[in-house]
């Protein structure tokens, strides 16, 4: 028999815990997908497929996007759609842009200091050092007018503008749904899933969400409304 232990403050609502049974699923309630299953992880790609330079890009591609060629279209329609002065990303800018911003979030300089054109620090053997590269000089690969571009350009490849009077989430709903149906495809899981997180059930009292950003609704949890 499990419990329920309430915490919570008087001006922004209560949190509720429920402890539940531990719960061993029967060997009927399995998938029968899972019966003849010999392994788990990565579906439908091979390391020997590509260059050993080229594994981790094409794996980043794989698990990202359902196909990131659809993604640079994508782009490119809101480029369009702006009738600005950008010019149209190529295929090789979209890859290029995407590994500028991934290297930007291991570099402890910001902004247009990663497109220096001349070192930024010099580091000698007893300096601590911030980042694997002190000046990454990102011009070598795109200017910071194109980056700032490619930038601004970037979320379209995950909104649905045909949402916007339907989805408070049209911008990045897109994301969601192709995260899901990403690991649907081309990830195997093991027969055997281990328990997650429960929902904590939240229940404001004075404000729409109690003080969160957002309240979720998972109807497969123990408590359905609340926070996790």
Known sequence: MGQEITVGTRNNGGMRWKVIDTYEPSEESLLPEFESQQFYGLKNFST????????????FLHLTFIDWKDAVALMNNAVLAEKCKCRKFTAEEFLVGLGLIIVASESFLKGVDLFGVKDQIDLDDDVLWHS??????FEQYMTFNRFKDFR??????FADPTKVETDPW??????????????RLRVSCSRWLVA??????WRPRTTALGGLPNISFVIR???PLGKT
């Open 132 to 137: 694997i590269s002190a000046s990454p000089h």
């Open 48 to 59: 020997s497929d590509y260059k050993r330079s080229e594994v981790l890009v094409q794996l």
């Open 221 to 223: 949890k123990p408590e």
């Open 196 to 201: 997650d997180e429960s929902m904590s059930a």
């Open 170 to 183: 049209y911008q990045i709903s897109t994301a969601i749904d192709n995260f899901n149906e990403i690991r």
């Open 152 to 157: 601004r350009f970037l979320p379209a490849v």
